[in-house]
């Protein structure tokens, strides 16, 4: 059974056995995380917010092992929130998010932000038409996503820090892969007319 919330310093030891997993493959799909820590995680959890936002950790267990840590950015400013952070048990089904924690805990993040009224969202993609897919294929696994309209933002090649800052936050710094910015807005038929900003 799944099990998603918000993280605290309970799941820490958790977390960094997955991170300790993830950096013992050699895939090219752990690419970025390399220099991520427990520290980082343990900040995250311990100062979720700042002047620009508040941040969320997410964490989904399976049967009480974790399979997937996520986070998401709540702007101050606008209404608009960031996906990132996608650290996933290694050995996971990469490309069937309806088991691999992805999934439940994307739905988890959805469903919150439009609970406290953001309906909007960006992410970042690894360039490529198998990523591309991969995303395309998750609206249909995951019911949240597929209530959104998804827009194509830029590009950022590999190892490049963007001009915007805006942009570089959401990647976490220069990836060493191509990437693609894109956007989510919440289908015009999915919300109240009414809803106060």
């Known amino acids: 059974m799944e099990t998603v919330y918000f993280a605290s310093t309970k799941d820490l030891p958790a977390i960094q056995e997955l991170l300790d997993?993830?950096?013992?493959?050699?895939?090219?799909?752990?690419?970025?995380?390399?220099?991520?820590?427990?520290?980082?995680?343990k900040q995250l959890?311990?100062?979720?917010?700042?002047?620009?936002?508040?941040?969320?950790?997410?964490?989904?267990?399976?049967?009480?092992?974790?399979?997937?840590?996520?986070?998401?950015?709540?702007?101050?400013?606008?209404?608009?929130?960031?996906f990132k952070g996608l650290l996933m048990r290694p050995g996971n089904n990469y490309w069937n998010c309806a088991t691999n924690g992805v999934g439940a805990g994307l739905t988890f993040l959805v469903n919150y932000a439009e609970?406290?009224?953001?309906?909007?969202?960006?992410?970042?993609?690894?360039?490529?038409?198998?990523?591309?897919?991969?995303?395309?294929?998750?609206?249909?696994?995951?019911?949240?996503?597929?209530?959104y309209d998804h827009y194509y933002v830029g590009f950022v090649p590999a190892n490049t820090k963007s001009k915007f800052l805006g942009i570089d936050?959401?990647?976490?710094?220069?990836?060493?892969?191509?990437c693609y910015i894109r956007k989510a807005i919440i289908k015009e038929e999915e919300f109240a007319k009414d809803r106060i900003l």
């Open 21 to 41: 997993l993830y950096k013992k493959e050699e895939k090219t799909t752990r690419a970025g995380i390399d220099n991520i820590t427990i520290d980082d995680y």
């Open 115 to 147: 609970a406290n009224g953001y309906f909007e969202y960006e992410y970042h993609l690894r360039a490529g038409k198998t990523y591309a897919n991969r995303y395309a294929r998750m609206r249909y696994q995951i019911p949240a996503l597929a209530r």
């Open 169 to 178: 936050q959401l990647m976490g710094g220069p990836k060493p892969y191509d």
């Open 45 to 82: 959890i311990l100062e979720p917010s700042n002047q620009w936002g508040d941040r969320k950790t997410i964490v989904c267990y399976h049967d009480d092992v974790i399979q997937y840590v996520g986070h998401g950015f709540f702007k101050k400013l606008v209404p608009s929130w960031i």
